[in-house]
């Protein structure tokens, strides 16, 4: 596996754990609390290893989106720099529960079709660069962005996995994507019903 990504993946994973603790605090304390929880994931021993090897272990790599959203919601919390727009963040979570509602249970062996097997090639590729060219088009320039880094960290084999599939998604990504839509959705409800 790429040591790096999985320690970027590990750093990002730990920072926004920070950040969710440090959520009710100015950014002053959410500085603070991201770096005391990184510091502590470096020294506190789990199973006769730290927690930093712990955490590195068990999750791996990430996609390219989820270190994408995790830097965005980072970034946002402590600096104020919104890097992936909400309405943006809609459509990708959107994308990503309908991929991985057809990618997972297929490679679970719950159908005779295995969509996992088009990532090696470059088809997934080819379809996923011709729909950003169709967002580009459609002035959904955020979202032709996020699918061209995919494609293009998967040709660059940025990550260890040569499936295209684990560029877009991974199951946690998957699993938290309607919890996440569910809770956009009735934050935009509550916004709207202040407004009027």
Request: glycine share 8%.
């Amino acid at each position: 596996m790429n040591t790096l990504m999985m320690n970027i993946s590990t750093l990002l994973i730990v920072a926004a754990g920070g950040v969710f603790i440090g959520l009710q605090f100015n950014r002053p304390l959410r500085w603070l609390s991201v770096s005391c929880l990184i510091l502590l994931s470096v020294t506190i021993p789990v199973a006769g290893s730290n927690t930093w090897l712990w955490i590195n272990g068990a999750v791996g790599e990430l996609s390219i989106v989820s270190l994408l959203f995790l830097t965005g919601f980072v970034l946002r919390s402590l600096v104020g720099w919104n890097l992936i727009e909400s309405q943006t963040r809609v459509y990708v979570y959107f994308l990503i529960l309908l991929t991985g509602s057809m990618l997972y249970p297929a490679t679970l062996g719950l159908s005779q079709f295995d969509p996992y097997s088009l990532g090696y090639g470059l088809d997934l590729s080819l379809l996923l660069l011709s729909l950003s060219i169709l967002y580009w088009i459609f002035k959904q320039h955020q979202m032709a962005i996020i699918l061209l880094l995919v494609v293009a960290a998967g040709e660059t084999g940025l990550l260890s996995s040569l499936n295209t599939w684990d560029y877009l998604v991974d199951p946690l990504l998957w699993i938290l994507s309607p919890v996440i839509l569910i809770i956009m959705f009735v934050g935009g409800l509550r916004r709207s019903k202040t407004a009027a």
